[in-house]
C-alpha cells in the first residue's frame, strides 16, 4: 500500500474493534506530546451546513514532522444543522448539531497533505515507539460517548515479502457526567510484525464509527505514554481464580 490512498481510503482497513483495558500511568514514566493544539493562534475554523467535507493544514513547529493536517466531513445532516469545528489555541472543539452526523481526522506525518494535492503525502516522522505502549487522549469536555480510532503508520515494514503498514486500535469512551472531561488510554496492539521502532505517521480519528448526533467535544492533548496494569485488576483477577478453585475442590469433595 502507498501514500496514494491516504487518508481516505483507510476507512475499508479499519475494523478495529473496542478496546478495554485497566491501566495506570506510573510516575517518571515515559511520556512524548505529539499535539497540545497551541498553535495556531487564532485558531483554524471549519463550518459544515450541509453534507460536505473540509480538510486544511496547519505549520506547526511544536508537533512531529512541522504539520498537523485536518479533516472535518458532514456526512449525515437532514435538517441542515450547524457541524462547527475549531482548531488552535489549545484545543479541537467540534460541535454538531441535531441530525447530524460528523467525523473529525486529524493526522501527522505521513498521513498530512502539506501541498494540498492527493497524492502527496506529509512528512516521515521516523519515530521510535518502543518507549512507549499506550496513546493517552485527553478532553476537557465530552457531551456523550466518543468512537475514537488510533492509527500508526511505518513506511519500512519488518518484512518486506509481507508488509504490515498500519496498526490501529479503537474505543468507544463516555465520560463520567455527560459535558464533563474525559481521559482515555488507549494501549497499542503490540502487534510484533509492526515496526515501532519507525513511526512515520498518526492518525487519530473521532466519531468515524459513531451513529450519534448533536455531538460536542473538546480535544486538549494527545501524547504516546508507557502504561503499566493496575494492581487492583490483577488482585481482582486472582481473587476470582482463588474462588473457582475452592468451589472446584468443593465439588470434587
Given at each position: 500500500?502507498?501514500?496514494?490512498?491516504?487518508?481516505?481510503?483507510?476507512?475499508?482497513?479499519?475494523?478495529?474493534?473496542?478496546?478495554s483495558?485497566?491501566?495506570?500511568?506510573?510516575?517518571?514514566?515515559?511520556?512524548?506530546?505529539?499535539?497540545?493544539?497551541?498553535?495556531p493562534?487564532?485558531?483554524?475554523?471549519?463550518?459544515?451546513?450541509?453534507?460536505?467535507?473540509?480538510?486544511?493544514?496547519?505549520?506547526?513547529?511544536?508537533?512531529?514532522?512541522?504539520?498537523?493536517?485536518?479533516?472535518?466531513?458532514?456526512?449525515t445532516?437532514?435538517?441542515?444543522?450547524?457541524?462547527?469545528?475549531?482548531?488552535?489555541?489549545?484545543?479541537?472543539?467540534?460541535?454538531?448539531?441535531?441530525?447530524?452526523?460528523?467525523?473529525?481526522?486529524?493526522?501527522w506525518?505521513?498521513?498530512?497533505?502539506?501541498?494540498?494535492?492527493?497524492?502527496?503525502?506529509?512528512?516521515?516522522?521516523?519515530?521510535?515507539?518502543?518507549?512507549?505502549?499506550?496513546?493517552?487522549?485527553?478532553?476537557?469536555?465530552?457531551?456523550?460517548?466518543?468512537?475514537?480510532?488510533?492509527?500508526?503508520?511505518?513506511?519500512?515494514?519488518?518484512?518486506?515479502g509481507?508488509?504490515?503498514?498500519?496498526?490501529?486500535?479503537?474505543?468507544?469512551?463516555?465520560?463520567?457526567?455527560?459535558?464533563?472531561?474525559m481521559?482515555?488510554?488507549?494501549?497499542?496492539?503490540?502487534?510484533?510484525?509492526?515496526?515501532?521502532?519507525?513511526?512515520?505517521?498518526?492518525?487519530?480519528?473521532?466519531?468515524r464509527?459513531?451513529?450519534?448526533?448533536?455531538?460536542?467535544?473538546?480535544?486538549?492533548?494527545?501524547?504516546?505514554?508507557?502504561?503499566?496494569?493496575e494492581?487492583g485488576?490483577?488482585?481482582?483477577?486472582?481473587?476470582?481464580?482463588?474462588?473457582?478453585?475452592?468451589?472446584?475442590?468443593?465439588?470434587?469433595?
Amino acid at each position: 500500500m502507498t501514500l496514494d490512498c491516504l487518508p481516505l481510503p483507510l476507512r475499508h482497513i479499519l475494523g478495529a474493534a473496542a478496546l478495554s483495558l485497566s491501566v495506570a500511568i506510573p510516575a517518571g514514566a515515559a511520556t512524548l506530546v505529539i499535539d497540545d493544539f497551541d498553535d495556531p493562534t487564532p485558531p483554524s475554523t471549519s463550518v459544515l451546513f450541509a453534507v460536505g467535507e473540509r480538510s486544511f493544514n496547519n505549520f506547526t513547529p511544536t508537533v512531529p514532522g512541522g504539520v498537523r493536517g485536518v479533516y472535518h466531513h458532514n456526512y449525515t445532516n437532514p435538517l441542515g444543522s450547524v457541524a462547527a469545528l475549531s482548531v488552535g489555541n489549545g484545543i479541537v472543539s467540534a460541535s454538531t448539531g441535531i441530525g447530524a452526523r460528523t467525523e473529525v481526522l486529524l493526522s501527522w506525518g505521513a498521513f498530512t497533505r502539506p501541498t494540498g494535492a492527493p497524492g502527496v503525502g506529509g512528512p516521515l516522522l521516523a519515530l521510535d515507539a518502543r518507549p512507549y505502549n499506550a496513546f493517552q487522549i485527553d478532553f476537557t469536555g465530552v457531551s456523550q460517548y466518543s468512537n475514537l480510532i488510533a492509527v500508526l503508520y511505518t513506511s519500512a515494514p519488518l518484512d518486506a515479502g509481507n508488509p504490515l503498514y498500519y496498526t490501529t486500535a479503537a474505543v468507544n469512551a463516555a465520560p463520567a457526567v455527560p459535558g464533563g472531561p474525559m481521559s482515555v488510554t488507549l494501549p497499542f496492539t503490540g502487534d510484533p510484525n509492526f515496526n515501532w521502532s519507525r513511526v512515520d505517521g498518526i492518525l487519530l480519528e473521532i466519531d468515524r464509527a459513531n451513529n450519534a448526533t448533536n455531538l460536542s467535544w473538546n480535544l486538549d492533548r494527545l501524547a504516546l505514554v508507557t502504561v503499566v496494569p493496575e494492581p487492583g485488576a490483577g488482585a481482582l483477577l486472582l481473587a476470582g481464580l482463588a474462588v473457582v478453585g475452592w468451589m472446584l475442590r468443593r465439588q470434587r469433595g
